[in-house]
C-alpha cells in the first residue's frame, strides 16, 4: 500500500497544482514548479514510504544519529499528507487575503487533490502496519536451504560461514586438550573405553523410522537444552537462521547449531520447514 500510494503521489506531482474557472488554454503549474508543496508533499511523502519499505526489508532496525529510520519515514508521511491538506484548503497560500483583492483566488487542481489522497494512504498504511497483522508479511520471502543433508555431512562452506566448515562431532564426544579429535583415547572416538559417565547416560528413545533430517527456523527466540535432560540451555535458536533436525523424539527434535552442537528443542510449535 505504501508503495502503491507513492507511485500515485509521484504521478499526481505532473498534473494541475490550481485551477481558475474559466481558464481554458491557460497553462497550469504543476507540484514541481512550486517549492513548499514540493518539498513539504512530494519529496517528503516519497522519501518516508522509501525508508518505511527500506526498512521492511532490511534484517535488522536501521538508525541514523540515534534515529530510527522506520519511525522517521512513517513521521515524513504523516507530514506530507498534514501539508498537502493545508495546501489543499488554501491553494492560493493567503495570496487571495491580501487587502483589496476583489477576485476570487485559485482552487486545488487536480495533482494536489490526488496528492493530498496519496499521501493519507500513505500515512494511514505506515501507522498501520505494525498494528495489523495482514500488513506485517515479509516483502522478500526467506531463503530456502539447500536440500537435508545425512548427518554428519556439512554444506558448501559450513552452515553458511563460506571457508570455514565446523568438524562434526558424534554426541558425547569430547577431544581431549592437545589431541585432535577422532584420534584413539578421545572419548567417542573408535576403540575407546566408555567412561563411566557415558555408560550411565540415559538411553535415547529410536528416531521413528520415517524420519529424515530436515532443516527448520523458529517464530521467536527458542532454548535449546542439553539431550541429557539438563535444565540450562545450551543455545538459544534465532529467528531467521535455518537450522538441521537430525532426530525426532515423540514431539521434540534433536537440532544441530551452526557450530556443530546438538541438544533438544522442546518447544516445536510453529517452526518453519525448509
Known amino acids: 500500500m505504501v508503495i502503491g500510494a507513492a507511485v500515485l503521489l509521484f504521478i499526481a506531482s505532473f498534473l494541475d497544482n490550481y485551477s481558475y474557472d474559466g481558464a481554458d488554454g491557460l497553462d497550469l503549474p504543476n507540484l514541481w514548479v512550486s517549492g513548499p508543496i514540493l518539498l513539504s508533499v512530494v519529496l517528503a511523502g516519497i522519501i518516508g514510504a522509501a525508508l518505511v519499505v527500506f526498512t ?11 534515529l530510527d529510520l522506520g519511525q522517521l519515514g512513517v513521521a515524513l508521511t504523516v507530514f506530507a499528507a498534514w501539508s498537502a491538506l493545508g495546501n489543499v484548503i488554501d491553494p492560493a ?16 487542481g487536480t495533482g494536489l487533490v490526488l496528492a493530498l489522497i496519496a499521501t493519507v494512504v500513505m500515512a494511514a498504511a505506515a501507522i498501520a502496519t505494525p498494528i495489523a497483522p495482514a500488513l506485517q508479511a515479509s516483502l522478500v520471502p526467506a531463503a ?59 538411553a535415547a528413545q529410536p528416531a521413528p523410522a520415517d524420519f529424515s533430517p530436515f532443516w527448520f527456523a523458529v517464530p521467536v527466540t527458542r532454548p535449546l537444552f542439553a539431550e541429557d535432560g539438563s535444565p540450562t540451555p545450551i543455545a538459544e535458536l534465532a529467528p531467521g537462521t535455518w537450522y538441521l533436525a537430525v532426530e525426532q523424539r515423540g514431539a521434540q527434535l534433536i537440532a544441530q547449531t551452526q557450530d556443530g552442537r546438538r541438544g533438544v528443542l522442546q518447544d516445536t510449535s510453529g517452526i518453519q520447514h525448509g
Open 56 to 66: 521492511r526489508i532490511a534484517p535488522q532496525p536501521l538508525k541514523v544519529a540515534g
Open 93 to 108: 497560500g493567503g495570496a487571495n487575503n491580501i487587502s483589496g483583492f476583489t477576485g476570487n483566488g485559485p482552487s486545488a
Open 144 to 202: 530456502k536451504p539447500a536440500a537435508p543433508q545425512p548427518y554428519g555431512a556439512q554444506p558448501p562452506g559450513g552452515y553458511g560461514y563460506p571457508g570455514a566448515p565446523q568438524p562434526q562431532q558424534p554426541y558425547g564426544a569430547q577431544p581431549q586438550p592437545g589431541q585432535p579429535f577422532g584420534q584413539p583415547g578421545a572419548p567417542g572416538a573408535p576403540g575407546a573405553p566408555a567412561t563411566p559417565a557415558a555408560s550411565a547416560a540415559p
